[in-house]
């Protein structure tokens, strides 16, 4: 575990074991000349293997499945409609020690509580102390598990000064305990009130609720007390967000609403805490899950509701491997596990609109903004032709420069990491390329270097350039750093902050940042798309976007789609607090349609989009999938996919385009090359993909060459 091999494996029952082996239980088996984990997928009576070659399992690891039979249930269709190996979708449903071969975790945990003695303690008790004070304060609300006190900074040495004092004792912890509301839930407005209904009243069965609410419409509200109502009934809520590190807020919301374990799982937590939140989860125990992407495979003894918040976000599309849309697998989970699911966003994608449009969603607007707030109002900045400093017009300049002097907050929105894009010759057009990419290495002034965004080469910065030997390099392309050095200098009187994958390193850089902003002091941010996600930066009034045009250019296939929900999020995020806020955005194509429509609802660019997919073929219209291939030489990777395009029947109802090269056709000095498939249904993709998978299986190539496969492809093609 985990196998690429797309096929499974007869063994006999480990020795001793007759009967007690379940489907979901894990075994060893010799394998080869190893022995690996396995997963029991079923138990048959006969096997197609001549009984002297069929080999016994080692050791039956689990008495009871570890899978519960929806899980199972999901991840066969996972690996099923997107066409991978099972052997490598198996591994998401169980834990990182599940998955190394050892047994689950326990569920009772060693806690510790407050002995009569330690009740009797006046606040503030022991004064001398300060740590074991604030501990003794901590359990008066009722016991806790040790590992969770450490985690929170409680030494060992604390608690044993406590217990050696006869103030604390050890106890063991199975948390029952009825799940409850800490805080009231905030009066709903009528729109907020008509969408939960609708939700609640759905419970039990399966249906999907595309929640469409402007930002800062209370779609959050909506969440927290439709999973109120699924606590009540004593299931469990799945909650999944794009990208729990960067939105903390969120998290602390559920966590501040709900007197019942509410558990965070993200790429940020090490092994331990994943095993543990595994075990609640798969127990019951745990009441709200929150988790990124593959939380979405995570087993649950009850589940009640799944959420999908920001439903529309990228994050939630796996992009190597086992490649998989969280949102897509979600929908599917609630129909297994036959519940409700709500997909939120300001900004749904043109797939979730369209199938509203059809009523196979239930669709519920929040029009306008909850509590305090009104909506910005998006302008464009005609640029063409203008002289710019470091991206930006002297129009928008006076109005960052108006901003600033009431005493707002600005964002400064630009989606490039770095210097400038890229470092050219003056003299003879030398430019700076990766050596290993068909990309330029972008230049950075803080550490100085040339990076490659897309392989992490660096190298040092040219004095002179390495053609010609001419000292006149200029960087072309302002990125981040740019803007920022410039707008330091010009309102030197103001913090400017740059928000990007370089500054905002460490757990705490965006909690530190919101805690800086909440204040409400002028501040000049710059950042990139880090800023367009769910934050909540209400002091700020004035944002800039200062480069449409890369999207609305861009060959990916979803770029209209993308800026337009780029540019009502970062426009979400102002004005918050009732000072209205004004999004401008600067572009060289005032004209195109994208950009007239800004003064409008997102929604209403949404059939036109959509119009043009349909032309195109591309989806939701119809189906699509991809074989990519990733090889050494160009020659052998296009080969390989002519080869298995060409050992197929012609398939009727779908075309096979390629082999093409990738939109960046070499990256880490790789080729990458690709088929796709586009096909009238869903049924008509499975049968060709199948075809094709299978003659890629039969195909010889070289270990320098391999491929795989996406179905529902995000990236460009
Ligand atoms: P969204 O998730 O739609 O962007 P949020 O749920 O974050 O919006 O809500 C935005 C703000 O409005 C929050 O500060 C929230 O506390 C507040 N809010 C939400 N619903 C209500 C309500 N019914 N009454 C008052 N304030 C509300
Ligand atoms: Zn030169
Ligand atoms: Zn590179």
């Given at each position: 575990m985990p196998s690429p091999l797309r096929r499974a494996f007869d063994y006999l029952p480990p020795e001793g074991c007759h009967g007690a082996a379940k489907p979901g239980a894990r075994v060893t088996v010799p394998f080869g000349k190893r022995s690996v984990t396995a997963v029991i997928l079923s138990i048959r009576s006969e096997s197609p293997v001549a009984p002297a070659k069929l080999k016994a399992a080692t050791a039956l690891l689990d008495e009871q499945p570890l899978y519960t039979e929806k899980q199972r249930a999901l991840l066969d269709w996972a690996a099923d409609y997107y066409q991978h190996p099972l052997g490598e979708v198996l591994?998401?449903?169980?834990s990182p020690r599940e998955r190394r071969g050892q047994p689950e975790r326990a569920l009772t945990e060693t806690g510790i509580r407050l002995t009569a003695r330690g009740q009797g303690l006046p606040d503030g008790a022991p004064h001398r102390a300060p740590k074991q004070a604030a501990l003794v304060s901590r359990l008066k609300l009722g016991p806790l598990p040790v590992t969770e006190l450490k985690a929170e900074g409680f030494s060992s040495a604390v608690i044993k000064a406590l217990k050696d004092h006869a103030l604390v004792e050890d106890c063991e912890l199975t948390t029952e305990g009825a799940w409850q509301t800490r805080s009231p839930p905030l009066p709903a407005n009528p729109e907020q009130q008509a969408a939960i209904d609708k939700i609640v009243a759905s419970a039990g069965a399966f249906s999907v609720h595309l929640l469409y609410g402007v930002t800062g419409s209370g779609k959050t509200e909506v969440y927290l007390q439709s999973v109120a109502d699924c606590l009540n009934r004593g299931r469990q809520a799945l909650v999944l967000l794009p990208e729990i590190a960067l939105t903390p807020q969120t998290l602390a919301r559920f966590e501040a609403r709900f007197e019942a374990p509410v558990i965070a799982l993200h790429s940020g937590m090490g092994d331990a805490e994943r095993d543990r939140a595994w075990t609640s989860a798969r127990r019951g125990r745990a009441a709200v899950i929150l988790g990124t992407r593959s939380s979405v495979f995570v087993p649950l003894l009850s589940p009640g509701l799944i959420i999908v918040d920001e439903e529309h976000d990228a994050a939630y599309v796996q992009q190597d491997g086992f490649r998989y849309s969280a949102r897509d697998v979600a929908i599917k989970r609630a129909q297994l596990e036959q519940c409700p699911v709500v997909l939120g966003s300001a900004t749904p994608s043109l797939e979730s609109w369209h199938n509203a449009e059809l009523g196979r969603f239930q669709r519920h607007s929040l029009t306008q903004r909850a509590g305090a707030g009104t909506l910005p109002t998006l302008r464009q900045i005609d640029i063409s032709g203008l002289e710019l400093s470091a991206g930006l017009s002297p129009e928008l300049l006076h109005k960052i420069e108006a901003a600033l002097g009431r005493r707002h907050q600005v964002l400064v929105f630009l989606n490039r990491r770095g210097f400038a894009n890229a470092l050219l010759c003056h003299d003879c057009g030398w430019s700076s390329d990766c050596a290993d990419c068909d990309a330029h290495m972008t230049l950075h002034k803080t550490p100085p270097g040339l990076h490659c965004h897309h392989c992490g080469r660096r190298s040092a910065l040219p004095r002179?350039?390495?053609?010609?030997?001419?000292?006149r390099l200029v960087g072309t392309g302002v990125g981040t750093q740019q803007t920022e050095t410039f707008l330091a200098e010009r309102f030197a009187d103001f913090p400017v902050i740059r928000v990007d994958s370089d500054t905002m390193t460490g757990r705490q850089a965006m909690p530190d940042l919101i805690e800086q902003l909440a204040g409400g002091e002028p501040v000049l941010m710059i950042g990139t798309q880090m800023l367009s996600k769910g934050h909540h930066f209400p002091h700020v009034t004035l944002v800039a976007v200062v480069d449409a045009d890369a999207l609305l250019f861009s060959p990916d296939f979803r770029g209209e789609e993308r800026l337009l929900q780029l540019l009502t999020q970062v426009g979400g995020r102002?004005?918050?607090?009732?000072?209205p806020g004004e999004v401008l955005i600067q572009t060289r194509h005032p004209d195109h349609p994208l950009m007239q429509h800004l003064d409008q609802p997102y929604h209403t660019a949404l059939p036109a989009l959509l119009n043009h997919r349909i032309q195109a073929g591309l989806p939701p219209h119809g189906a699509l999938g991809v074989i990519r291939c990733d090889s050494q030489d160009r020659q052998e990777g296009l080969g390989f996919l002519s080869q298995i395009r060409n050992s197929i029947a012609a398939p009727r109802g779908a075309q096979i385009i390629g082999p093409l090269s990738a939109a960046m056709a070499r990256r880490k000095n790789r080729y990458r090359s690709q088929l796709v498939i586009s096909a009238g249904s869903r049924s008509m993709l499975a049968k060709v993909m199948t075809d094709l998978i299978t003659a890629a299986e039969a195909a010889r190539h070289s270990h320098r060459l391999s491929w795989s496969v996406d179905i529902d492809p995000y990236e460009s093609l």
């Open positions: 591994p998401l449903g169980l002179q350039c390495p053609r010609c030997q001419s000292r102002a004005g918050r607090d009732g000072t």
